[in-house]
Structure formats: structure tokens, C-alpha cells
């Protein structure tokens, strides 16, 4: 499982970072010494663990396989949470994917306070970029950004059927 695991706790599977010697979530070093929880270096990563969280709650499960699309969806919103936190931002400070009743439940965490926006399109100009936040507000059953006194985190709700 390349160093990720996943835990479930009553109904709900969780994907964790890499862990220690010990079997305990490995911290990484913060800039002033302290302990930090791990997060995804890009967005391949963050769908990787995605895709081993999908893959541990469903392997073996007669007929409750998610569709090939709904797993394609579930991976576009997390690369393009965890890219907008890179890219608009300032860096991903936290990530964390679990399943519930309800489906896959993203948290993302980046250090700016801006909030994410839809940009007005001309058709005819054919712009590159910005849909990201177009397309996770199409994919999710809900999303929500809550202000942080650091940045700010974002929860998506994909729905698994």
C-alpha cells in the first residue's frame, strides 16, 4: 500500500499517510520543528490514495463495485481539489479521503482565505483552465469551504453509485 493505510471505524474507511516503524502515522517535519500531518506531494498521489481506499472498501464485495464512471469522477474531483490548492492555494496543507454511508468524503485544506470561484465563459473565446471548481460543483453531491484563521478547507461529497 506504498506506505498509506486505511482504517475503518465504524462504517466509515479512512485513508491515512505513511506510517512509522511502529505502524503509526508517520508526521512530517513542519518548517519551525513541530509535527505535522502528512499530505499528497501533487495530485497523482492524492488520487493513488484514493484509489487504495476505493480499492480495500470494495475488493471482494459481491456486486457493490462502484461503475468505472463513478470511480472517474470520484479521482477528477480529488485531482482537481488537490491541484487548485497547489495552483490558486498557496499549497496543500491537508488532505484526508474516507468512505461513509453517503460516498467518498474529501477534505482539502490549502493556506489561502480566497474562496474557489466559477469564472464567467464567453463559448467563443474556447479559454484554457478554469473549470476545476465548475466541474467538482457538477460531480459532488455537496461541497462546502469553511474558513480557517490559516487558509481554508474544502469538503466533497462524491457519491459512490
Same mark, same amino acid.
Given at each position: 500500500?506504498?506506505?498509506?493505510? !486505511?482504517? #475503518?471505524? &465504524? /462504517?466509515?474507511?479512512?485513508?491515512?499517510? *505513511?506510517?512509522? @516503524? +511502529?505502524?503509526?502515522?508517520?508526521? !512530517?517535519? #513542519?518548517? &519551525? /520543528?513541530?509535527?505535522?500531518?502528512?499530505? *499528497?506531494?501533487? @495530485? +497523482?498521489?492524492?488520487?493513488?490514495?484514493?484509489?487504495?481506499?476505493?480499492?480495500?472498501?470494495?475488493?471482494?464485495?459481491?456486486?457493490?463495485?462502484?461503475?468505472?464512471?463513478?470511480?472517474?469522477?470520484?479521482?477528477?474531483?480529488?485531482?482537481?481539489?488537490?491541484?487548485?490548492?497547489f495552483r490558486h492555494g498557496g499549497g496543500l496543507t491537508g488532505f484526508s479521503a474516507e468512505i461513509?454511508?453517503?460516498?467518498?468524503?474529501?477534505?482539502?485544506?490549502?493556506?489561502?482565505?480566497?474562496?474557489?470561484?466559477?469564472?464567467?465563459?464567453?463559448?467563443?473565446?474556447?479559454?484554457?483552465?478554469?473549470?476545476?471548481?465548475?466541474?467538482?460543483?457538477?460531480?459532488?453531491?455537496?461541497?462546502?469551504?469553511?474558513d480557517l484563521p490559516d487558509g481554508k478547507h474544502i469538503v466533497a461529497l462524491v457519491a459512490l453509485?
Amino acid at each position: 500500500m506504498n506506505g498509506d493505510r !486505511e482504517v #475503518s471505524r &465504524g /462504517g466509515r474507511t479512512t485513508a491515512e499517510g *505513511p506510517e512509522d @516503524a +511502529a505502524g503509526q502515522p508517520a508526521p !512530517e517535519e #513542519s518548517a &519551525g /520543528g513541530g509535527r505535522m500531518p502528512s499530505v *499528497p506531494p501533487n @495530485a +497523482a498521489a492524492a488520487r493513488d490514495v484514493v484509489t487504495r481506499l476505493l480499492e480495500s472498501r470494495f475488493c471482494g464485495l459481491g456486486g457493490e463495485v462502484p461503475a468505472d464512471v463513478v470511480v472517474a469522477d470520484a479521482l477528477l474531483v480529488t485531482s482537481e481539489l488537490v491541484t487548485n490548492a497547489f495552483r490558486h492555494g498557496g499549497g496543500l496543507t491537508g488532505f484526508s479521503a474516507e468512505i461513509t454511508d453517503e460516498g467518498l468524503l474529501l477534505t482539502v485544506a490549502d493556506a489561502s482565505t480566497r474562496a474557489p470561484v466559477t469564472a464567467e465563459r464567453d463559448p467563443a473565446a474556447a479559454p484554457v483552465g478554469g473549470y476545476g471548481w465548475l466541474l467538482v460543483r457538477r460531480l459532488t453531491k455537496r461541497v462546502s469551504v469553511t474558513d480557517l484563521p490559516d487558509g481554508k478547507h474544502i469538503v466533497a461529497l462524491v457519491a459512490l453509485v
